[in-house]
C-alpha cells in the first residue's frame, strides 16, 4: 500500500503489529529499504507512553470492524495523533531487526529506532507487570495473537457481557463464518474494548479491574527473545544495556515457575485476575524452546510426552500435518475454526526454531517440510486444516508468504 503491507487484502486492510514485523523480514530478502519502510510506518503509531498498538489504521477506505472511531483512543492522553487500536501485540519487532541487522547490517536504521523499541519494551515492563515478576500480562484476547485459542475460552465464559455496545462484525464477511470465532467469543472481543474505552486506556485501572489479565506463555516468550536482540542493537550502537539486563534477569528467575507444570510435564498460562493455571493444551506449550527458556530435560518431555504423543499433537493417519495450534484431545477441538486446531505457518516457525535451539533436528525439518508442503498446495493462506491441508481464512495471507521466503533464503 505504498507504506505498509496489508496482512490479508480483503480480511486484514491495516497494518497489524506483528504481521508487519514478518512482513518486514520478508521483504529485507529482496526490497531492504521497502522493509525498513514497513517498520518505520508501523512505529509511527507509537503512543506517547511507549505502547506499540496492534493495528496502525493508514489513511484508506475499509469494511474493516472495529473501524478506527470505535476504539476512542482520544480518550487518553498518551494517544498519538494518527487512528489506532488501544492494545497491543506479542513484540516480535526487535527480533526481526535484530535478524535484518545480522544480515545486512543496518547500524544507522538501528540507531533511529532503537529509542522507540526501548520505550515499547519499558511499557510492557512497566504498566503491564501486574506483580513484579518481570512476566508481562495481556489484556485481551487479541493481545495474545491467538484470539480465540482454547486457553481463553474458561475466563470468557465467566465475563457477562452487561449492556454491550452495538456492534456490526466485519471478519465474516470475507471468510465463512465456520472458520472463525464464534459469536459467543467475539461478543465478550466486543465487550473488553468497550471497557477499555471507559478506562480511558488507563492501564492501572484495566490490571485492576478488568476481568480477562492473563500472563501468557507465548506473549512472554517472545519478549525474553526479543529483549535479547534488543540488548544485542544496543550493543551494536554502543548503548548502556543494563535496563535490559534486569528485565532478562526478572523473567529468567520467574518464566519456569510461573508457567512450568512440572506434573504434566507442560507449560501453562496463568489467569492473572483469578490466580491460578489456566490447563489447557495447545500448541503454545512449545513456545519456552523458542525463548530458550527451557531446560534440555524439560525440553525432551515436552517433545516425548506431547509432540510425538498420538492423543495431543503426532500426526497420524487422520492428521497429516503438524502443528495443530490445539490439542486433539480438547473437546472443542476445530480443525478449521481459528485457533482451535488448525495449523499457523507462524506457530510452526516459531516451534521451527525452538526445535532447532534444543537439537531435534529431524523434528525441526519435519515441520519445515510440513509448512512448505501446505503453501504449495494451498496458498498462502492464514490457516490450513491439518488433516488434508485445505486453506482456511484469509488468502494471499502475508506472513505465510514472507516466513516461507526467509525459510527457503536464510542460512541458519
Ligand atoms: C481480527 O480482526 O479478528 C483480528 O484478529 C484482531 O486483531
Avoid at 504498566?127 to 493481545?143: M, N, Q
Avoid at 452487561?162 to 472463525?180: C, M, Y
Avoid at 512472554?220 to 548503548?239: H, P, W
Wanted: glycine share 6%.
Amino acid at each position: 500500500m505504498g507504506v505498509f503491507t496489508k496482512p490479508g487484502p480483503r480480511q486484514y486492510p491495516h497494518q497489524w503489529n506483528w504481521d508487519a514485523a514478518l512482513i518486514a523480514l520478508g521483504l529485507s530478502y529482496f526490497d531492504r529499504p521497502r522493509a525498513l519502510d514497513e517498520i518505520q510506518s508501523l512505529l509511527s503509531g507509537q503512543w506517547q507512553d511507549g505502547m506499540l498498538p496492534h493495528v496502525v489504521y493508514h489513511d484508506i477506505k475499509s469494511d474493516y470492524f472495529p473501524d478506527p472511531g470505535f476504539w476512542q483512543i482520544s480518550n487518553s492522553l498518551n494517544a498519538p495523533k494518527c487512528a489506532t487500536t488501544g492494545i497491543t501485540q506479542p513484540p516480535l519487532l526487535a527480533t526481526v531487526i535484530n535478524k535484518i541487522h545480522k544480515k545486512f547490517s543496518i547500524t544507522d536504521f538501528i540507531k533511529e529506532i532503537f529509542p522507540k523499541l526501548l520505550a515499547w519494551h519499558r511499557w510492557l515492563h512497566t504498566y503491564r507487570d501486574a506483580d513484579g515478576t518481570g512476566l508481562v500480562c495481556i489484556i485481551h484476547p487479541w493481545e495474545s495473537g491467538t484470539d480465540d485459542s482454547p486457553r481463553w475460552l474458561n475466563i470468557l465464559e465467566n465475563i457477562q457481557p452487561i449492556n454491550l455496545t452495538d456492534f456490526k462484525r466485519g471478519d465474516t464477511r470475507h471468510v465463512a463464518a465456520r472458520e472463525r470465532p464464534f459469536p459467543h467469543d467475539y461478543q465478550r472481543f466486543i465487550y473488553l474494548i468497550d471497557l477499555f474505552r471507559k478506562y480511558a486506556y488507563d492501564q492501572a485501572a484495566i490490571l485492576a479491574h478488568s476481568p480477562f489479565v492473563v500472563q501468557d506463555v507465548l506473549f512472554n516468550a517472545i519478549l525474553y527473545q526479543a529483549n535479547n536482540d534488543l540488548k544485542a542493537l544496543g550493543a551494536a550502537i554502543g548503548v548502556n544495556t543494563r535496563e535490559i539486563n534486569g528485565w532478562l534477569k526478572s523473567m529468567e528467575a520467574h518464566f519456569n515457575n510461573r508457567f512450568w507444570d512440572d506434573e504434566e510435564g507442560f507449560y501453562y498460562d496463568f489467569d492473572v485476575r483469578h490466580h491460578k493455571s489456566i490447563k489447557i493444551s495447545t500448541g503454545i506449550t512449545f513456545l519456552p524452546l523458542y525463548a530458550g527458556l527451557a531446560t534440555q530435560q524439560q525440553a525432551e518431555r515436552l517433545i516425548k510426552d506431547h509432540y510425538h504423543n498420538p492423543n495431543s499433537y503426532a500426526r497420524d493417519e487422520h492428521v497429516s500435518f503438524g502443528l495443530t495450534s490445539a490439542s486433539r484431545n480438547l473437546a472443542g477441538w476445530d480443525p478449521r475454526r481459528y485457533w482451535r486446531g488448525p495449523v499457523w505457518i507462524l506457530l510452526n516457525w516459531l516451534v521451527y526454531h525452538g526445535l532447532l535451539n534444543y537439537g531435534f533436528e529431524s523434528e525441526a525439518a519435519q515441520l519445515k517440510d510440513d509448512s512448505l508442503a501446505l503453501m504449495s498446495k494451498s496458498g498462502f493462506r492464514e490457516y490450513y486444516d491439518p488433516r488434508d491441508g485445505t486453506g482456511c481464512g484469509s488468502e494471499d495471507f502475508s506472513w505465510s508468504a514472507a516466513l516461507a521466503i526467509d525459510w527457503i533464503q536464510s542460512v541458519e
